[in-house]
Structure formats: structure tokens, C-alpha cells
């Protein structure tokens, strides 16, 4: 770098003392993290997390425990590795951008350590998580017995991380760049305008497609249990209500008044309107398709004596509030865009640290959703709703391996 300051990248505070890459790595394994506990919990309440998703059962350890180990294996040197760029950096922004290599050299180790075929380290776990990407990375959704709910599983954890894929190819980009370096601040209009709102459409591209999917197969093979399949149109249409925000935060981002007929103004509440509906849309589904509750029922399905106020009759977990709890958190992070309406907190996402805190709090939020979700499809498989999606027991699946749609 060249120590012309008139010619150096700028450095935000924020970035300053956690830059983009390492931003990127502890959300990626805070999510394993996540998951280690995710399936912890649940097999303590006797739910099968992995009979769920198809996934080869063992004999001993327990799933969990090799999630944990994993975790701890990436988060040991990725500790190391922020305490020593602090020491060499000490906050100074010459030395900042001079030392890119060390949060970019843990995001290469992190990408070996999943792609590497390391046998202590859940290399089965590695090699099942593999093989699901690519194949719903093409939107292919297997099917029911073969774990088509570990495919919608991933494929809706990857909406939350939607954010953080961005960030990794801005951290990628600027890492080429000749003008500046991964450390500095983020420039979110690396590689064109357009090219980081396309890649954070990309996971809802890939829920988009298997939902129809999931309608096409349903049309070939309506039964009484899926009806015509119009849950699963609504449910493509709640994905397709994140493009036009994606779409408008992009052009609000690059406004010209030049080059819009629409004052600055305009496009904000156009934005505003499309947020909303896509906020409280999946708001709705969560609480009343992905978790079966009956807040939104009728009102005698909602006020049903069998059952607590607004939830439903078969609950895992014993303790109501949960569930209440469960349903604020989500409506609450759901609608994190309305700190924009607040004079005092409008630019909260706009800055490095709110930004970061978003894709946390958004991780959190689904970190909870599953524990409702698979809870949900436990009672599915086993108090008889919805047998379409039942899974079938790991000793049925058929002798010519999985039949996967990705058509």
C-alpha cells in the first residue's frame, strides 16, 4: 500500500477493529455453533434430529458432540488469529491495511477445513453438507424419503445468510482490487452495482425453485392429505416478495437523480411498502405453515380448549411461554427494518457495526425458528398431520439410492 493517505483506502472504526473477513468467519461459525446446540436440545427432548433429515445414524457418538468438536477446532485459531491481528495492528490503519492476509488466510483455512477430507474432524457431517449444496445450489430438492427436509432445512438457513454471502464476495473482491484492501472499509459496489444484490437473491432464488418443485410434484400426485398444492405457490410467493427489496435497497444505494423518475423520497416508501409486506408475510408463515400454531386460525380453531391460546395440541416443549416467546422474538427480528423510521436510529443498518449486528441478530432468529420448525415436522411425522411429508425410517430407504428432482 502506499502511504499517501490522500490515496489510501478509508478505514471505518468498525472495520478497524474486526474487518469484514473476520466478520464473515465468526458468523459462519457462530451458525455451527448453533447447530451443535440445535441438535443437542432436541435429542434430549427425544426428537431425531438426523432420522429427520436421512442421516446416517451411529452407533455411539452422538451428533451433537461432533458438531461441537468441529466448532471448537475452527473457532480456537480464528480466536487467535483476531488477538494477533490486534497486536500487530493496534488499532492503526496503515498496519490494517498492510495486513489483509491474516483475516483472509482463516477464511482460506475455513474454506479447507469443509472441503479437505479431515476424518476427526465430522468429515461424514462435511461430506453430507457438501453433497446437499450442490444439490440445492441448483434449487434440486430431494425427496421425501430420501431428506427433502434437510434440503429445505439448509436451503432456509441459507436466506439468513444471505447478507453474509455478500459480504464474502465484497471481502473477496476487495481483496483483488488493486485501489483497495479486505481490511478497509466495505465497498459494497465492488464488481458493479448489481452483482451483491444478485448474490443475495440467490438463496431465495433457490427456495423460489423448490417450492415449485414441491407444486409440480404435488400436481402430478394430488392426494387429500396436499390438496392442489396452493401452500406451495404461497409459499414461492413468500420468496419472491424479497427481490423487489433486494431491488430497491440496491437502487437507493446508487441513487442518481438523473437517472430515476422517481424522487429519493419516492423510492424510499416504495421500499418501505415491499419490506412491510415481505416482513409480516413471513412473519405469517412462520408462526402458522413452519411452526403449525393457530395465531392466525379462525377464531374456534384459535380459542380450542385442547390446546393453549393460538398455539396447537401436540407440543414438544412443555413450557407454553416458549412458544409466545418464540413468536415475539421472531415478529421483533422480522421487522428490524424499522429502526429506518426512527430519527435517531435511520442509519443504524447503514453503519459497519449495525450492519454486522443485523446478520447476528438474523442468525440468532433462525438459530430459534428451527427448533420450532423440526419440532413442528416431528409432530407431523408422528401425530399423523400432513402424511405426505412423514419421513420414513432410515431402514425403508430404497435399495437404488435417492431419487432427487432438480428439474
Known amino acids: 500500500m502506499d502511504g499517501d493517505v490522500a490515496v489510501e483506502p478509508?478505514?471505518?472504526?468498525?472495520?478497524l477493529f474486526l474487518p469484514l473477513p473476520y466478520r464473515v468467519a465468526i458468523i459462519?461459525?457462530?451458525?455451527?455453533?448453533?447447530?451443535?446446540?440445535?441438535?443437542?436440545?432436541?435429542?434430549l427432548i427425544k426428537i431425531d434430529v438426523p432420522a429427520l433429515i436421512r442421516y446416517p445414524p451411529r452407533?455411539?457418538?452422538?451428533?451433537?458432540?461432533?458438531?461441537?468438536?468441529?466448532?471448537?477446532?475452527?473457532?480456537?485459531?480464528?480466536?487467535?488469529?483476531?488477538?494477533?491481528?490486534?497486536?500487530?495492528t493496534r488499532g492503526d490503519k496503515h498496519a490494517a491495511l498492510q495486513w489483509q492476509i491474516l483475516p483472509q488466510s482463516y477464511l482460506l483455512f475455513l474454506t479447507i477445513c469443509f472441503v479437505v477430507p479431515l476424518r476427526r474432524m465430522s468429515h461424514t457431517g462435511r461430506a453430507r453438507f457438501l453433497s446437499t449444496l450442490?444439490?440445492?445450489?441448483?434449487?434440486?430438492?430431494?425427496?421425501?424419503?430420501?431428506?427433502?427436509?434437510?434440503?429445505?432445512l439448509l436451503a432456509d438457513a441459507l436466506t439468513s445468510y444471505a447478507k453474509v454471502l455478500g459480504d464474502l464476495f465484497v471481502s473477496t473482491c476487495m481483496l483483488f482490487?488493486?485501489?483497495?484492501?479486505?481490511?478497509?472499509?466495505?465497498?459494497?459496489?465492488?464488481?458493479?452495482?448489481?452483482?451483491?444484490?444478485?448474490?443475495?437473491s440467490?438463496?431465495?432464488?433457490?427456495?423460489?425453485?423448490?417450492?415449485?418443485?414441491?407444486?409440480?410434484?404435488v400436481r402430478k400426485h394430488p392426494t387429500t392429505a396436499t390438496g392442489w398444492g396452493g401452500q406451495h405457490l404461497g409459499n414461492a410467493l413468500k420468496y419472491s416478495s424479497a427481490f423487489p427489496v433486494i431491488i430497491l435497497s440496491a437502487l437507493q444505494r446508487g441513487y442518481d437523480p438523473n437517472?430515476?423518475?422517481?424522487?429519493?423520497a419516492g423510492l424510499f416508501r416504495l421500499w418501505m411498502l415491499f419490506v412491510f409486506i415481505n416482513s409480516f408475510y413471513s412473519f405469517y408463515w412462520d408462526v402458522a405453515k413452519d411452526w403449525d400454531l393457530t395465531l392466525f386460525s379462525k377464531s374456534r380453531e384459535r380459542n380450542n380448549p385442547d390446546h393453549p391460546w393460538g398455539l396447537r395440541r401436540h407440543r414438544y416443549f412443555h413450557a407454553q411461554e416458549l412458544y409466545y416467546i418464540a413468536i415475539v422474538v421472531d415478529f421483533l427480528l422480522r421487522c428490524t427494518w424499522s429502526f429506518k423510521l426512527s430519527p435517531h436510529l435511520d442509519h443504524f443498518n447503514d453503519l459497519e457495526g449495525g450492519i454486522f449486528l443485523m446478520e447476528l441478530l438474523e442468525v440468532v432468529r433462525r438459530w430459534i425458528w428451527i427448533f420450532f420448525r423440526v419440532e413442528t415436522e416431528h409432530q407431523r411425522a408422528y401425530k399423523g398431520a400432513n402424511l405426505d411429508d412423514s419421513p420414513i425410517l432410515l431402514g425403508d430407504f430404497g435399495a437404488n439410492g435417492p431419487k432427487i428432482d432438480e428439474d
Open 10 to 15: 478509508e478505514v471505518d472504526s468498525f472495520s
Open 28 to 43: 459462519v461459525v457462530l451458525g455451527i455453533w448453533a447447530w451443535g446446540l440445535n441438535l443437542h436440545y432436541l435429542h
Open 59 to 88: 452407533q455411539v457418538v452422538h451428533h451433537h458432540y461432533s458438531t461441537y468438536r468441529l466448532a471448537s477446532f475452527l473457532s480456537i485459531p480464528l480466536g487467535a488469529s483476531i488477538l494477533l491481528f490486534w497486536i500487530i
Open 134 to 152: 450442490k444439490r440445492i445450489s441448483i434449487g434440486g430438492l430431494a425427496e421425501v424419503q430420501d431428506g427433502k427436509f434437510g434440503d429445505i
Open 177 to 200: 482490487s488493486p485501489k483497495t484492501a479486505s481490511t478497509a472499509k466495505p465497498n459494497r459496489g465492488c464488481g458493479g452495482a448489481y452483482l451483491v444484490p444478485l448474490i443475495i
Open 202 to 217: 440467490i438463496p431465495s432464488i433457490i427456495r423460489l425453485r423448490q417450492c415449485l418443485i414441491e407444486y409440480l410434484r
Open 259 to 264: 437517472q430515476f423518475h422517481m424522487s429519493e
